[in-house]
């Protein structure tokens, strides 16, 4: 008998040990890295005339990518300069292919993609070219989630109130996520969560709103573009993070783009100048990403 109790319990200290290590193995997750880009704005630089200079940004940005092969791409908007020139639009989208397809490549429409006041003919115009405004999806246990800012900074009742729903539908799935993070164009706000409305931010009104939605839902970081600089921001747990453009820089920031590391309990960020990148990216724990 006492042989058979002991034979039970090495049989029960196994599985219990499986178990343990299973549960932890399920709290370690393999850091990982994407890209968020903004505003290439094809033709900004000639007002309209060209974009050969946002051409040769953008394929240096591209060649980087395809080296670095990150888990993907988000691109926060501000793709052309003028929603209306089908040349701009062709020369995004001709670019854009040339990413590894291997590597998913997600879109949020900037104002000069659908203009400042949206209509129903820019916004279906948006649609038609590039197939969606929002989108959302799980990645190693994340959700991301990038939607349509233009609709908030300009206020137009009824497809905001639709996008609202939608993001809190979305939002409201995320219970299980290791992380919450959002994508769109407008930060919400720069330096300040106080600080007053410009054509750079979106209202107080809406930031308390939204901001709201995003602590219950346990936001982790918003992803921003717009400012053609780079501003770092806070307000209660959610980082506002605004990032430079790879087109044509209005700050001290170069042309460049953002790499963005996840780990299981963080997420970490840094903004580099196209003739700054990075040969390899190092995590804290000296792991190179190898692929």
């Given at each position: 008998m006492k042989k058979v109790n002991k034979i039970l319990i090495v049989i029960l200290f196994i599985i219990l040990e499986s178990g343990f290590l299973n549960a932890q193995n399920k709290k370690i997750e393999k850091p990982f890295f994407f890209i968020q880009m903004t505003d290439p704005q094809?033709?900004?630089?000639?007002?309209?005339?060209?974009?050969?200079?946002?051409t040769a940004l953008f394929e240096k940005a591209i060649v980087e990518i395809n080296r670095l092969k990150p888990d993907f791409v988000v691109i926060t908007g501000d793709l052309v300069n003028n929603?209306?020139?089908?040349?701009?639009?062709?020369?995004?989208k001709r670019l854009t292919a040339m990413i590894n397809s291997k590597i998913p490549v997600y879109y949020t429409p900037g104002n000069h993609d659908v203009g400042n006041d949206p209509t129903k003919q820019s916004q279906d115009a948006y649609i038609t070219n590039f197939k969606y405004d929002k989108f959302s999806f799980k990645h190693k246990g994340s959700l991301f989630i990038g939607f349509n800012s233009s609709l908030i900074k300009a206020n137009?009742?009824?497809?905001?109130?639709?996008?609202?729903?939608?993001?809190?539908?979305?939002?409201?799935?995320?219970?299980?996520?290791?992380?919450?993070?959002?994508?769109?164009?407008?930060?919400f706000f720069i330096k300040s969560f106080e600080e007053a409305e410009t054509y750079s931010n979106i209202s107080i009104e809406k930031?308390?709103?939204?901001?709201?939605?995003?602590?219950?839902?346990?936001?982790?970081?918003?992803?921003s573009g717009?400012?053609?600089?780079?501003?770092?921001?806070?307000?209660?747990?959610?980082?506002?993070?605004?990032?430079?453009?790879v087109g044509k820089p209005l700050g001290n920031a170069p042309s460049g783009f953002r790499i963005v590391k996840v780990y299981?309990?963080?997420?970490?960020?840094?903004?580099?100048g196209l003739d700054d990148v990075p040969e390899k990216i190092i995590f804290n724990n000296c792991y190179p990403v190898k692929k």
């Amino acid at each position: 008998m006492k042989k058979v109790n002991k034979i039970l319990i090495v049989i029960l200290f196994i599985i219990l040990e499986s178990g343990f290590l299973n549960a932890q193995n399920k709290k370690i997750e393999k850091p990982f890295f994407f890209i968020q880009m903004t505003d290439p704005q094809f033709g900004m630089f000639e007002n309209n005339k060209g974009f050969a200079k946002e051409t040769a940004l953008f394929e240096k940005a591209i060649v980087e990518i395809n080296r670095l092969k990150p888990d993907f791409v988000v691109i926060t908007g501000d793709l052309v300069n003028n929603w209306k020139d089908a040349s701009q639009i062709a020369e995004f989208k001709r670019l854009t292919a040339m990413i590894n397809s291997k590597i998913p490549v997600y879109y949020t429409p900037g104002n000069h993609d659908v203009g400042n006041d949206p209509t129903k003919q820019s916004q279906d115009a948006y649609i038609t070219n590039f197939k969606y405004d929002k989108f959302s999806f799980k990645h190693k246990g994340s959700l991301f989630i990038g939607f349509n800012s233009s609709l908030i900074k300009a206020n137009l009742p009824e497809p905001e109130k639709k996008q609202y729903q939608w993001l809190k539908k979305k939002l409201g799935k995320s219970k299980k996520a290791v992380h919450v993070v959002l994508f769109c164009h407008y930060p919400f706000f720069i330096k300040s969560f106080e600080e007053a409305e410009t054509y750079s931010n979106i209202s107080i009104e809406k930031r308390k709103k939204y901001f709201e939605l995003f602590k219950k839902n346990n936001v982790k970081v918003v992803f921003s573009g717009h400012l053609h600089n780079n501003a770092i921001a806070k307000y209660n747990s959610v980082k506002m993070v605004t990032t430079s453009a790879v087109g044509k820089p209005l700050g001290n920031a170069p042309s460049g783009f953002r790499i963005v590391k996840v780990y299981n309990d963080n997420i970490e960020s840094d903004y580099y100048g196209l003739d700054d990148v990075p040969e390899k990216i190092i995590f804290n724990n000296c792991y190179p990403v190898k692929k």
